[in-house]
């Protein structure tokens, strides 16, 4: 049972290039959120979906776009990459919207911009 | 004054310690606590998950809200080498998982020494 899987583990991006940061869910899950991890501070959520063709922002979108054309994928787009833009994004996925439903997450992508 | 703040750690103890891991909040609104645990180079995994004031206990770990103070903490019994993590908090105001109504700390690394 592999949950939620993300692609690339690691990249690095020159200033200003493009990328998509692939996430593939096996769970059936309607729930999809990307959020970005920083030392020292807490998750941050940049786009969720709460089902296939609905997606919307949240605390930190800048920078990034998402699609969901189907329930198990939920790519996220970084256009004109910069340094800002370091991090380590997870992709999570749930069942439900309830807050004792849990967040599945992906392993993370690693992501340097120079 | 961030919305929730942990003590970043590390933390080191020795086996077989009991450990207290704590947060606090500024919202007086969030009535739903969640605890996840992340392993080094992995995504978030979900702990515990507590609904309003009082204590839950699920094996060696009890999680406890006290609203009164704005204070969570996740107390860990006789710890063990593997519950080395970093360890986030989370809340909610609002019984929907996802959007911007989901808040992570940023996380205690704890170390246990064997």
């Known amino acids: 049972n592999a949950g939620v899987t993300q692609t690339p583990k690691f990249r690095i991006l020159k200033i200003g290039q493009s990328m998509t940061l692939q996430c593939t869910q096996d769970?059936?899950?309607?729930?999809m959120y990307w959020y970005r991890q920083d030392p020292g501070m807490g998750l941050k959520l940049i786009y969720y979906s709460v089902g296939a063709g609905i997606t919307d922002k949240g605390e930190v979108p800048n920078g990034y776009n998402v699609s969901r054309s189907t329930t198990e994928d939920f790519p996220l787009r970084l256009e004109l990459a910069a340094p800002s833009q370091t991090s380590v994004y997870f992709c999570a996925s749930s069942s439900t919207g309830r807050p004792g439903s849990p967040l599945h997450f992906g392993n993370g992508t690693r992501l340097t911009v120079t | 004054q961030k919305e929730v703040e942990q003590d970043p750690g590390p933390l080191s103890v020795p086996e077989g310690a009991i450990v207290s891991l704590n947060c606090t909040y500024s919202n007086s609104a969030f009535q739903y606590f969640m605890w996840y645990r992340q392993y080094s180079r992995k995504g978030p995994e979900l702990l515990m998950y507590t609904y309003s004031s009082g204590n839950k206990e699920d094996g060696r770990f009890t999680a406890q809200v006290d609203k009164s103070s704005k204070y969570i903490s996740l107390f860990i019994r006789d710890s063990q080498p593997s519950d080395s993590a970093t360890y986030l908090c989370a809340m909610s105001a609002r019984p929907e998982n996802y959007g911007q109504n989901f808040v992570f700390g940023p996380g205690t690394r704890l170390s246990v020494l064997p």
């Open positions: 769970m059936n899950h309607n729930y």
